[in-house]
């Protein structure tokens, strides 16, 4: 696993090894997620949340991203459309495992209205902080712009998607060897201690 990170780097040798690592992450990115979503995180961190453009038979749909201020990935998701429910939605997976005194307090997004919608609709149903800040200036936003780019590479390296299904298993690998290049999987290759969001143990 330390190879692969090294090899994301080398980009002569990510050409010639990239199908056989995605092959890889393809097969376990479910693993992977639900690992790195028990990573600590402090409470007082805030998220950057964005969506990018994938192109699938000729048809735009769109990736939402999320990171930490850290620039660690903490979710993506993957629509059809760019409108509230896929807002809502995106950031609920982003919540999912994280009680309320443990999730961020600063929420950054572009000026798009669905996040606004979405995070009033959370915190009516009690699933999002009530003092959470909703930040919606452009460069609080570059760190997550600027993290899209190595996953719109990989992209286009693949030459373009036929089937919307295919297109999200793919992207899934991508995101978690993302992950690993930044170091997320650190603590478990170093066999490391590491407080869990939810109380209970990593699963395995």
Not at 65 to 77: P, V
Request: hydrophobic share 35%.
């Amino acid at each position: 696993m330390q190879t692969l990170a090294t090899c994301w780097r080398n980009e002569e040798f990510l050409w010639i090894a990239l199908p056989s690592i995605v092959g890889l992450l393809n097969i376990h990115h479910h693993y992977v997620r639900n690992y790195c979503h028990y990573q600590f995180i402090k409470i007082d961190s805030s998220w950057q949340l964005d969506e990018t453009y994938v192109k699938v038979k000729g048809k735009w749909f769109y990736l939402y991203r999320a990171i930490d201020k850290q620039g660690n990935t903490l979710d993506f998701y993957f629509s059809k459309k760019r409108n509230n429910y896929s807002a809502y939605q995106f950031l609920k997976r982003c919540l999912k495992c994280y009680v309320l005194d443990k999730q961020p307090k600063t929420l950054n997004t572009d000026k798009h209205a669905s996040y606004a919608h979405a995070i009033a609709l959370l915190k009516k149903r009690g699933l999002l902080r009530k003092d959470v800040k909703h930040r919606q200036v452009k460069f609080l936003n570059n760190g997550i712009e600027s993290d899209h780019a190595p996953i719109k590479k990989l992209i286009v390296a693949t030459g373009g998607f036929k089937i919307q299904k295919r297109a999200w298993s793919t992207i899934q690998g991508f995101e978690s060897l993302a992950m690993l290049n930044k170091g997320q999987f650190d603590f478990w290759l170093h066999h490391d201690e590491r407080q869990t969001l939810c109380g209970r143990d990593p699963p395995s």
